[in-house]
T-cell receptor, first 112, second 112 residues
Framework: NAGVTQTPKFQVLKTGQSMTLQCAQD?????MSWYRQDPGMGLRLIHY???????DQGEVPNGYNVSRSTTEDFPLRLLSAAPSQTSVYFC???????????FGSGTRLTVV | GENVEQHPSTLSVQEGDSAVIKCTYS??????FPWYKQELGKRPQLIID?????GEKKDQRIAVTLNKTAKHFSLHITETQPEDSAVYFC???????????FGTGTRLLVSP
């Protein structure tokens, strides 16, 4: 099993550009989430999904869109990148009983 | 919504000493409390977790205690080693709802 795979690992965007961060898991986990990590602020939940076709907002959803068309994939879309979205983004998944997230290796995004 | 506070933000100990990190949560409905370790440039990894129906859980040198009445939980690391140096995050949430809220992290430095 590859676990949770995130691509790309690094990305530089210009203000106003859009892009999609990819996340895939091969553990048949129902639950998937996106977090952003900023210095001194821990991990903040952006969006999450409890199954295919079901998504909901977390603490900091503005500027981001998600969809969950399959159990395996949970892409995160930045609609119009802003410097405030410079961060490290982690995708995570877990099974229905929720015993701990498995995190991807992260995407380091810089918006200039 | 849930709010998790974590203290201290930094902790320096000598090798062999014990380290204690404390977290408080606000939502009395929370029933799941995991701890994650994150090494520099790596993804967070689950090291131990506890559910609200138990007061303490131990795994070798690591233990977690939970006080539901006071809404706080703590991570205890005994006989610390330099490889324990990392950032540790606590989190709180409700099993089955996958909205884990994280603390802001504790940077633990273990000096030889």
């Amino acid at each position: 099993n590859a676990g949770v795979t995130q691509t790309p690992k690094f990305q530089v965007l210009k203000t106003g550009q859009s892009m999609t961060l990819q996340c895939a898991q091969d553990m048949n986990h129902e639950y998937m989430s996106w977090y952003r990590q900023d210095p001194g602020m821990g991990l903040r939940l952006i969006h999450y999904s409890v199954g295919a076709g079901i998504t909901d907002q977390g603490e900091v959803p503005n500027g981001y869109n998600v969809s969950r068309s399959t159990t395996e994939d949970f892409p995160l879309r930045l609609l119009s990148a802003a410097p405030s979205q410079t961060s490290v983004y982690f995708c995570a998944s877990s099974s229905r009983d929720g015993y701990g997230y498995t995190f991807g290796s992260g995407t380091r995004l810089t918006v200039v | 919504g849930e709010n998790v506070e974590q203290h201290p933000s930094t902790l320096s100990v000598q090798e062999g000493d014990s380290a204690v990190i404390k977290c408080t949560y606000s939502d009395s409905a929370s029933n799941y409390f995991p701890w994650y370790k994150q090494e520099l440039g790596k993804r967070p990894q689950l090291i131990i977790d506890i559910r609200s129906n138990v007061g303490e859980k131990k795994d070798q040198r690591i233990a977690v205690t939970l006080n539901k009445t006071a809404k706080h939980f703590s991570l205890h690391i005994t006989e610390t080693q330099p490889e324990d140096s990392a950032v540790y995050f606590c989190a709180a949430g409700i099993l089955g709802f996958q909205k884990l809220v994280f603390g802001t992290g504790t940077r633990l430095l273990v000096s030889p």
